[in-house]
C-alpha cells in the first residue's frame, strides 16, 4: 500500500494553461506539505496544512492554490501556467511533533 | 532566513571508496534529519539527530551531530551503486523542514 500518493505523475502542458496536482496519505498523519524541486535538487517548501488549515505559506505566486479537504488529501491547483514552473512537485506527510517527513513519488510537471 | 548549507555539491567515488557530505549552520539546531533521494525518485528519510555529539548508525552509514549542534555529517564507509543519490539534510523549526542543498553522489563501479 502506497503511504503518500500523488496524481498525476507526469504532466506535460501549454502556457497559460490551469491544471491540478492531487495528494493523498493513508498514514493518518495530520499535517501535509508541498514542495518544489527544481531542475539542480533544490527543495523548497511551499505550502503546509495541519488538519486542513494553511500553516505555511510561502513566497508563492498567487496563481499557486493549495485546497485541503480533509487531512488525508492536498491538492495543488495552478493557474496562467508559466515556463519558470516546470519542476518536480513533491507532496508529504508527517505527524505533529514528529520530525519525520513521509514524500510522495513526486509530480514532474512540464510547462512548454 | 534560516538554512543549511551543505558540501560537496557533488562527489564521484569508485566503488568501494568512502564518502562524506557535510551540513553546517550559522545557528545552532535542535535537531537534524538526513533523507536519501535515488535518481528519479523521491526524498526518504533515513534518521534525525537532536543530542549534542550524537553519533548513530545504520550499518555501513555513520550520521554524527556535533558537539556544538551547528553542524552534521554523514559518512558512508565502502560505497557501492546502491548508494548513488542525493543526500539531503534537513531541520524542522517553527512548524517548517528547512533543506540543505543536497549532495549527489555518484558511484563507479
Known amino acids: 500500500d502506497t503511504a503518500v500518493s500523488q496524481t498525476p505523475k507526469y504532466l506535460v502542458t501549454q502556457m497559460g494553461n490551469d491544471k491540478s496536482i492531487k495528494c493523498e496519505q493513508n498514514?493518518?498523519?495530520?499535517?501535509m506539505y508541498w514542495y518544489k524541486q527544481d531542475s539542480k535538487k533544490f527543495l523548497k517548501i511551499m505550502f503546509s496544512?495541519?488538519?486542513?488549515?494553511?500553516?505555511i505559506n510561502e513566497t508563492v505566486p498567487n496563481r499557486f492554490s493549495p485546497k485541503s479537504p480533509d487531512k488525508a488529501h492536498l491538492n495543488l491547483h495552478i493557474n496562467s501556467l508559466e515556463l519558470g514552473d516546470s519542476a518536480v512537485y513533491f507532496c508529504?506527510?508527517?505527524?505533529?511533533?514528529?520530525?519525520?517527513?513521509?514524500f510522495g513519488p513526486g509530480t514532474r510537471l512540464l510547462v512548454l | 532566513g534560516q538554512q543549511v548549507m551543505q558540501i560537496p555539491q557533488y562527489q564521484h567515488v569508485q566503488e568501494g571508496e568512502d564518502f562524506t557530505t557535510y551540513c553546517n549552520s550559522s545557528?545552532?539546531?535542535?535537531?537534524i534529519q538526513w533523507y536519501k533521494q535515488r535518481p528519479g525518485g523521491h526524498p526518504v528519510f533515513l534518521i534525525q539527530?537532536?543530542?549534542?555529539?550524537e553519533v548513530k548508525k545504520q550499518k555501513r552509514l555513520t550520521f554524527q551531530f556535533g558537539e556544538a549542534k551547528k553542524n552534521s555529517s554523514l559518512h558512508i564507509t565502502a560505497t557501492q551503486t546502491t548508494d548513488v543519490g542525493t543526500y539531503f539534510c534537513?531541520?524542522?523549526?517553527?512548524?517548517?523542514?528547512?533543506f540543505g542543498s543536497g549532495t549527489k553522489l555518484n558511484v563507479k563501479p
Open positions: 508529504a506527510s508527517s505527524q505533529g511533533g514528529r520530525r519525520t517527513q513521509y
Open positions: 498514514l493518518g498523519h495530520d499535517t
Open positions: 496544512y495541519n488538519n486542513k488549515e494553511l500553516i
Open positions: 545557528t545552532t539546531l535542535s535537531n
Open positions: 539527530l537532536v543530542k549534542s555529539g
Open positions: 534537513s531541520f524542522f523549526n517553527f512548524n517548517k523542514f528547512y
